[in-house]
């Protein structure tokens, strides 16, 4: 109900060098796993833009960072600072 699909989330995560796996949807909600080394990273990407996640933080300070962006904001990834150099 966040207005994301799961395809569109691990796309955007993996513009990130985000890998998920382990997918699946129960009710209303899905569910993934990710590295342990990038769960602080993919989990203050989804706040900063706004997608919605339920249980406990990773990082107690990312519900905070997320809040302090507009909605919908992304920090420039990697494969965008490549694009504008070509």
Known sequence: ECGWAG?????????????????????SELHFSVKERQANWAEYLLLRRGIPLNGRTFNENNPEYGRLHAPGDAPPAWADKQKHRR
């Open 7 to 27: 395809s569109e989330i691990e796309a955007y995560l993996k513009k990130y060098g985000v890998v998920i796996w382990g997918r699946r949807a129960t009710g």
